[in-house]
């Protein structure tokens, strides 16, 4: 029994420890950048974290999945001068799905046929790669329009009013920091990322892309 | 109006994206797991796809007969999952730990399954053929016994 309370102590020392040191945890890290990747697919109006990207065939399990590997293997460094870990991390992760929305429009491009080329300017509204439907696919430019961005969100926060005077803050005046929005909607900082956090759960909880479905549905 | 090049776009869209929803940073571990969670990602089995994810990439080690990186060491002790045997006496200890942490969390959710409303018994034992006073009286007694347990909880709720 003594030998049990050592040891615990030795285990929780060791817990304190590594927490001391700043060593990185990978649980926290992996939930973290799971729920940025989720919110990252939704605002490009791929879907939510079960969807994948097509023709590349990555989920934000495996985007995330594969940022965390190349920092365990030390091909993505961090020193604390650019930022805090999970910022570098989160950044490499949001360039990585641009890029295989990039790499997934240039491979639709180049393998697609001469008939699979007459049917689209006939018109036919879904593009086919090696069997795969791709129902969400769309250029990388058009995910990245302002306008439609603009829209989307707009859409999506029509009904929450002081959530809309965020989005207005942000995309009207063009304030990004928590105390120029608060400036401007006349509340405090500390309110402007309650709501901050409000608009990440609204984006998960209902999603861009699903409200603007339901809207166009209805 | 000039084009934007794609890098131009693609900046532009992350600091509005920044600016509405916050940077990763913002996200703290606490509201990540309420949004997973909320979106029905289970995330024992999050962790140990990850664990079996670098694991792979620790086996090119293995194979090559070489040092794996430190960083790489340490995500694998982390994320070992519950059900691999443990390799030491603290390894033993933190899954038990972890374990036990598991049960008394569903066991804290007992609680919020007790509905607010008063709580009435379908008493159907009354009304069955057979049973004795005596029988009666002894299921009138579990029956007042198991509503003031539940009632304890809810309050303690």
């Known amino acids: 029994m003594a030998n049990y309370w050592a040891l615990e102590r030795i285990s929780e020392r060791g817990s304190n420890l590594s927490a001391q040191l700043g060593k990185p945890e990978f649980k926290k890290l992996q939930l973290r950048l799971m729920a940025y990747c989720t919110r990252v697919f939704l605002e490009l109006g791929i879907g939510g974290g079960d969807s994948i990207i097509s023709g590349v065939a990555l989920s934000p399990e495996d985007f995330v999945g594969n940022v965390l590997a190349d920092y365990a293997l030390g091909k993505i ?14 950044t490499a992760l949001r360039n990585d799905v641009i890029d295989a929305l990039r790499r997934k429009s240039h491979e639709r491009e180049g393998s697609w046929s001469a008939s699979e080329e007459e049917n689209h300017s006939d018109g036919a509204s879904s593009k086919t790669r090696t069997g795969i439907h791709d129902g969400t696919a769309s250029d ?34 063009n304030a990004m920091k928590p105390e120029e929005i608060a400036e401007i909607i006349d509340i405090t900082a500390a309110e402007v990322q309650n709501r901050k956090k409000r608009l990440r759960r609204r ?12 809207k166009a549905g209805s | 109006m000039r084009k934007r090049t794609l890098e131009e776009a693609r900046n532009r869209i992350n600091r509005l994206s920044e600016g509405l929803f916050g940077s990763p940073e913002d996200i703290t571990t606490e509201e990540a797991e309420t949004l997973l969670t909320e979106a029905g990602v289970d995330l024992e089995r999050l962790h140990d796809r990850l664990y079996e994810r670098l694991h792979k990439e620790a086996e090119r080690f293995w194979t090559e007969r070489k040092e794996i990186p430190a960083l790489l060491k340490d995500a694998l002790s982390e994320l070992r999952p519950l059900s691999v045997n443990p390799r030491s006496d603290a390894e033993l200890i933190r899954q ?30 009354r009304n069955k053929k057979g049973v004795t006073q005596q029988d009666r009286e002894k299921l009138d007694k579990v029956r007042s016994a198991l509503k003031s347990k539940l009632e304890s909880i809810r309050e303690k709720k």
Do not use: C, Q
């Open chain 1, 77 to 90: 460094k961090h020193h604390s001068s650019k930022g805090s870990l999970v910022t570098i991390l989160g």
């Open chain 1, 140 to 173: 990388v430019l058009a995910v990245l329009d302002e306008d439609s961005y603009r829209e989307r969100v707009r859409k999506a926060l029509a009904g929450e009013p002081d959530l809309v005077e965020v989005v207005d803050a942000v995309l009207e005046f």
């Open chain 1, 203 to 214: 984006l998960v909880t209902y999603g861009l892309v699903h409200v603007d479905e339901k």
């Open chain 2, 96 to 125: 038990a730990r972890s374990n036990v942490d598991r049960i008394v969390e569903k066991a804290k959710m007992i609680g919020s399954l007790i509905p607010s409303a008063p709580l009435h018994f379908a008493e159907s034992y």
